[in-house]
T-cell receptor, first 117, second 111 residues
Framework: AQKVTQAQTEISVVEKEDVTLDCVYE???????LFWYKQPPSGELVFLIRRNSFDEQNEISGRYSWNFQKSTSSFNFTITASQVVDSAVYFCALSEPNTGTASKLTFGTGTRLQVTL | DGGITQSPKYLFRKEGQNVTLSCEQNLNHDAMYWYRQDPGQGLRLIYY???????QKGDIAEGYSVSREKKESFPLTVTSAQKNPTAFYLC??????????FGPGTRLTVL
């Protein structure tokens, strides 16, 4: 069975600090996708990134960066110079093998990030 | 604008009532999904549909039903058999092997 663990329930930082959100996953599949989503207080999930299991290159997008390490089954997310607008719940998710047009996701329990002034 | 709409935003149900949550997308996506979110938990899959007139049970389908008569619509009915329906419900859609896009959600409360 697939599993996604986000051990950090809640993190609180002061604006401009860097923060890393951890994600550890379990799967028996060799081909899979990993995702990060942001859920602001409004409730709607916002897609941040999708990573193929064969692509271990780190990715940077503005203040966001992702570190995918297959050897440790981790896909960590770092926010550099955090801002108040980054306050949200962040979810890591893992796709199940595609058996059609749908892609079922297993979500972690989320990490609530609070950025204060 | 392309996107996913869910209605209503808030819904109140009395014990023993069935209620239907609406989900519409104009992204031309084949696949659609329904998730339930409870406080402190991640999202759990209720049902998903890959094409019109086809749908599959997710991890927590008991007490729920769906239909997919049109590509753009995937309504969810919460039946009286669902013992603890108070939760936040999210609808999503996707194309094959791509990220899912989510609607704004419906918050259901049982009175």
């Amino acid at each position: 069975a697939q599993k996604v663990t986000q051990a950090q329930t809640e993190i609180s930082v002061v604006e401009k600090e860097d923060v890393t959100l951890d994600c550890v996953y379990e799967t028996r599949d060799t081909t899979y996708y990993l995702f990060w989503y942001k859920q602001p207080p409004s409730g709607e999930l916002v897609f941040l990134i999708r990573r193929n299991s064969f692509d271990e290159q780190n990715e940077i997008s503005g203040r966001y960066s992702w570190n995918f390490q297959k050897s440790t089954s981790s896909f960590n997310f770092t926010i550099t110079a955090s801002q108040v607008v980054d306050s949200a719940v962040y979810f890591c998710a893992l796709s199940e093998p595609n058996t059609g047009t749908a892609s079922k996701l297993t979500f972690g329990t989320g990490t609530r990030l609070q950025v204060t002034l | 604008d392309g996107g996913i709409t869910q209605s209503p935003k808030y819904l109140f149900r009395k014990e023993g009532q069935n209620v239907t949550l609406s989900c519409e997308q104009n992204l031309n996506h084949d696949a659609m999904y329904w998730y339930r979110q409870d406080p402190g938990q991640g999202l759990r899959l209720i049902y998903y549909s890959q094409i019109v007139n086809d749908f599959q049970k997710g991890d927590i389908a008991e007490g729920y039903s769906v239909s997919r008569e049109k590509k753009e619509s995937f309504p969810l009915t919460v039946t009286s058999a669902q013992k603890n329906p108070t939760a936040f419900y999210l609808c999503a859609s996707s194309i094959t092997n791509r990220e899912q896009f989510f609607g704004p959600g419906t918050r259901l409360t049982v009175l």
